[in-house]
């Protein structure tokens, strides 16, 4: 047998879904620039932070009743044909009913939120925090410290730079969806 010829070329979107349907549900994969990477499982703390806003923006969500806007994790986001990361939780423009089960990205997210882990938070730093703001309809990109209340927010309504938020009265206004999160919801029952 000789050596088979393999692509040196970046994988593409659907060389990934081709991939990652063959792995176990359990499993959270990225494209990053071409590259299968795949997540650590998240830990107790990291998971109640997810919990936590899923919660506390859906609340939100269904208290405004007719709002354009929904909040949903584990959603991937096409940044290109070669990128698609995926974060803890966005809120994207409400999709009409049905919705198509095969639905596994949106380019159109408005807000990300991710939970930093130590063996991520480089990327979600850097890669990540220039992938997401290059969406045009993205207006917030929020990384979450998990050890720490810590909340660090990139707004394009202040060119996204870097606006940090921890006292106990600090809260996240979004003027788009019209909402304010308290870091006080974010980080309820985890000591912080």
């Known amino acids: 047998m000789g ?15 081709d991939f990652t349907d063959r792995q176990p549900d359990e499993e959270k994969w990225e494209l ?19 919990r936590n806003l899923t919660i506390a923006l859906g609340n939100r969500q269904f ?13 991937g986001v096409r940044i290109s044909n070669i990128s698609r990361p995926e974060p803890d939780v966005l809120i994207l423009p409400k999709l009409p009913p049905p ?5 596994r990205d949106r380019d159109d997210v ?11 938070a480089e990327r979600d730093l850097r890669w990540k925090r220039e992938a997401y703001t290059s969406l045009p309809s993205l207006t917030h990109y929020v990384v979450v410290a998990q050890t720490a209340r810590e909340v660090v927010v990139f707004a394009r309504g202040d060119g996204f730079d870097e606006k940090r938020f921890s006292g106990r009265d600090d809260a996240i206004v979004f003027p788009a969806l019209g909402i ?12 912080l």
């Open 63 to 75: 208290e405004r009743d007719n709002t354009s806007w929904e909040v949903l994790p584990g959603l």
């Open 3 to 17: 050596v088979p010829r393999i692509s040196t070329a970046p994988q593409t979107i659907a060389e990934f879904y």
């Open 110 to 120: 408005l807000v990300v939120f991710e939970v930093l882990s130590p063996s991520t």
């Open 32 to 50: 990053i620039e071409g590259e299968f990477v795949l997540q650590a499982s998240p830990g107790p703390p990291h998971q109640r932070i997810v």
């Open 180 to 191: 304010t999160l308290p870091l006080s919801e974010i980080y309820r029952d985890t000591g």
């Open 99 to 103: 919705l198509d089960p095969a639905l």
